[in-house]
């Protein structure tokens, strides 16, 4: 669709919207005059008509100008027409695109407020901790006052607040710790550990993502993964960092594109002779190999101070789309290790995946979701093809009065450096606020010290110090104030001017390098000129910037060169080449990114059906009341009669020793004597054998005697097999995901290779478990003690 097409849509959808917007805001002259207790009796009211059989839709006038007035009364705070108009939008299940500085979250409370109303569950999904606790205080206040619960779940928290956290109206919460919570449920061995509201089938009820591109793309590139700690071979580590740091740049070729890093003949060489092996890459060498490999990208791909920083001796990563530090994450597949090792840090336990789950399959397990934020719209078709989420651009309350300045683009990155730092000076004369964005910790420091140097004081917010977040974006906006803060994107906290700031030209935002994303620039760029205020935007470049080494158009470097040598490297330079080549590059990018998303959507689509699958059947194995004594005794039937026919062929034994195993390993009988068996018929043996384990089965029960003990003890049996199993199933599908691709070379589509060996290895789990849990059923020893059920395998 093209842009004057796009512009039409928007335009009709905003205008078949106003006549709602027109009713609540007539009706909300009523509601002024109502007392604070008539207009918290709403709320009853509302809810008594929904269990009279009316709909959310029936409501939404009225609920939205309750919610209105008390936005006004509680907050002091009343929503202009374009933020009912927004709030409309999310109602509806859309995502509303709106300018920093608009208030989304004052927007959001009238959606929420409504749905919340059903007492389903309404899910607030913010980037960080800081927001969710901040919102549902400030927020908070408004529900409350209006009858309605409202929760905070955050990584700290008990289960058991975590429980109270999500019984409640409404819940705010990270997009991360939903997804654990979610995978950490579907691991529970008691009802009363999960902390997520049950569903009868399978859906969250409604949820509201700010910043929803941040977090419905640009963290959508990897899933959710919860990990069991693995020890690795830590020496290992070490020596193939050692090995890496002996390289020469001949030895190993880099893609700066897609950052893959490989060694060439010579450098094979020198890790063959480094590590005493006949050949790095040989059959019995994969270790060395893959050690080798992350040693690599640790030491000439991965960044300090842009990809990680360094905190109190760990290794912690950077956000590479909101500057911040992602506690808890560790990079997989030994690459966090290889980093600890380059430098000289504690190398820790690496990692297995247990459970996964990608945002975007998380996201679509909700009956309805939308989302908020600045800059959506160029990724319009992915928001909707992923999440059926259709963006609609709300008009600004206000004019906006922001100048966007054109780039300046420099030969050399000192040459930027230094006009940046000309630009701050210039600006900083006037006492007109600035706000210095940079794209790595690295280059904000470098800046820093320059700013230090030409004396000019200011703050720096950064991964190593983003606990000072609120503190320093709250006087950012001040008369005379320069801040230097990395990527800006989704910081989710406007930066207010200050008294005089607005006399003064209001906010100068200074890019000090393209994005990677075209979303990104824009989020830097609305920092300024919020609600109608004035303000300026201006991004430096330089032709060593990464984007455009890495994407920028070839021959690039040559007009560098050629312009060093003609003295004239600290001049802008005027091209439109040059620009559109930056363009480009993030162009190029963006795709790269949406290709990595789609192909990991792809493979975890696979993954989905078997996840929901194995997670609705433990489900029902959990929630079981009685006694499980039918669904064990299936499981026993099924198992002895697949492995009996497995050893049996024409009516006659064709491996006794493979059956022999079986009952010794499974059935745990090793006194059963051969010659009998071979007389019996497949038949009269599953027969025998079933009879076998079912007086078993009875003997343990009144061992237990307790009817509770006995289906507590099933129950665990069953879901510790289902666990183990699944666990195994997904290390054998990442390590299938791993090499599948390799299938292409035959003229084979990977992704199809992958649904037919997911499939069969599907099957074979299935099965696996229940010979697990007869296995577990029928050897158990199992004593009383203190009415404690002790498992001994």
Not at 473 to 485: K, M, P
Request: proline share 2%; charged share 30%.
């Amino acid at each position: 669709m093209g842009l004057k097409k796009l512009i039409e849509n928007n335009q009709r959808q905003i205008k078949a919207r106003l006549s709602i917007v027109d009713k609540i805001d007539e009706l909300g002259q009523t509601y002024s005059l109502l007392s604070d207790e008539e207009l918290k009796n709403k709320t009853f009211e509302f809810k008594e008509r929904l269990q009279r059989g009316e709909k959310l839709n029936d409501l939404l006038v009225e609920a939205f100008a309750t919610i209105r007035e008390a936005d006004k009364r509680v907050l002091g705070l009343y929503p202009y027409r374009v933020q009912i108009l927004g709030g409309i939008v999310l109602h509806e299940g859309n995502l509303a695109e709106m300018r920093t500085g608009e208030g989304k979250t004052l927007t959001e409370t009238m959606p929420v407020y409504l749905n919340a109303l059903e007492g389903k569950g309404v899910h607030v999904v913010t980037v960080n901790e800081y927001l969710a606790q901040r919102d549902s205080l400030e927020m908070g206040q408004v529900y409350e006052w209006l009858g309605l619960s409202v929760g905070l779940n955050t990584s700290e928290k008990t289960p058991l607040e975590k429980k109270e956290a999500y019984s409640a109206d409404i819940t705010y919460s990270t997009n991360s710790e939903l997804g654990f919570d979610y995978l950490r449920d579907n691991m529970a061995l008691y009802p009363k550990d999960k902390v997520q509201r049950s569903s009868k089938n399978g859906f969250l009820n409604y949820c509201i993502v700010d910043e929803a591109d941040s977090i419905l793309i640009d963290e959508a590139r990897t899933p959710l993964q919860i990990a069991n700690e693995e020890k690795p071979a830590l020496n290992l580590f070490e020596r193939a960092d050692k090995f890496a740091k002996t390289l020469d740049p001949d030895d190993y070729q880099v893609d700066l594109e897609t950052k893959t890093i490989s060694l060439l003949e010579s450098g094979a060489d020198k890790a063959s002779k480094f590590f005493g092996l006949k050949n790095i890459y040989g059959y019995n060498s994969y270790s060395e190999a893959h050690y080798v490999e992350e040693a690599l990208k640790a030491n000439y791909t991965m960044e300090r101070d842009k990809d990680y920083v360094v905190k109190d001796g760990k290794i912690m990563i950077v956000d590479p789309f909101t500057g911040r530090v992602m506690d808890g994450r560790r990079y997989s597949d030994g690459l966090h290790q290889a980093i600890e090792a380059k430098e000289n840090c504690e190398v820790n336990d690496g990692s297995r995946t247990i459970a996964s789950i990608t945002y975007q399959n998380f996201f679509r397990m909700y009956k309805k979701v939308s989302g908020m934020s600045g800059t959506a719209k160029s990724s319009s078709e992915e928001l909707y093809d992923n999440y059926h989420l259709e963006v609609v651009t709300i008009p600004t309350n206000k004019p906006i009065a922001r100048i966007d300045h054109p780039d300046l683009i420099y030969p050399t990155m000192q040459a930027k450096y230094q006009a940046i730092i000309e630009r701050v000076k210039e600006i900083h004369k006037t006492k007109q606020p600035i706000l210095v964005g940079t794209g790595s910790v690295n280059s904000s420091e470098i800046l820093s010290d320059l700013l230090k140097e030409a004396g000019i004081e200011h703050d720096i917010l950064n991964a190593k110090n983003d606990k000072a977040e609120a503190e320093i974006i709250a006087r950012a906006g001040e008369l005379g104030a320069v801040t230097i803060a990395t990527n800006m994107a989704g910081r989710g906290t406007d930066i207010k001017l200050g008294l005089g700031s607005k006399v003064q030209g209001g906010l100068y935002v200074i890019g000090t390098e393209h994005f990677e994303s075209q979303r990104i620039d824009d989020q830097l760029r609305g920092r300024a000129g919020r609600q109608g205020d004035p303000g300026d935007s201006i991004f430096f470049a330089s032709l060593e910037d990464e984007l455009i080494i890495r994407y920028g158009a070839e021959g690039l470097q040559k007009i560098k060169n050629t312009l060093i040598k003609q003295n004239e490297e600290f001049k802008p330079i005027k091209s439109r080449l040059i620009s559109r080549s930056v363009l480009n590059a993030q162009r190029r990018v963006e795709g790269t990114y949406y290709d990595e998303r789609k192909n990991t959507l792809r493979y975890d689509d696979i993954l989905r059906e078997e996840r929901e699958q194995l997670y609705s059947d433990r489900d029902k194995v959990l929630n079981i009341q009685d006694n499980m004594d039918t669904y064990i005794k299936a499981i026993f039937a099924r198992t002895i009669s697949n492995n009996v026919d497995f050893y049996y062929q024409d009516q006659s034994i064709k491996n006794m020793n493979g059956l022999m195993i079986f009952l010794q390993d499974t059935l745990g009988l090793s006194d059963l004597d051969k010659d009998s068996l071979a007389r019996l018929s497949p038949l009269e043996l599953k027969k025998e054998l079933l009879g076998i384990a079912l007086r078993e089965m009875e003997r343990k029960a009144q061992s237990l005697y307790d009817p509770e003990l006995i289906s507590n003890f099933q129950r665990i049996v069953v879901l510790k097999a289902i666990d183990a199993n699944w666990k195994e199933n997904i290390d054998n599908m990442e390590q299938l995901r791993m090499t599948i691709t390799f299938r292409q070379y035959g003229q084979y589509n990977p992704l199809v290779e992958y649904q037919k060996q997911a499939n069969i290895m599907y099957s074979k789990m299935l099965a696996h478990i229940e010979k697990d849990v007869t296995r577990a059923y029928m050897k158990a020893i199992v004593r009383i003690k203190d009415k404690q059920l002790n498992e001994e395998k």
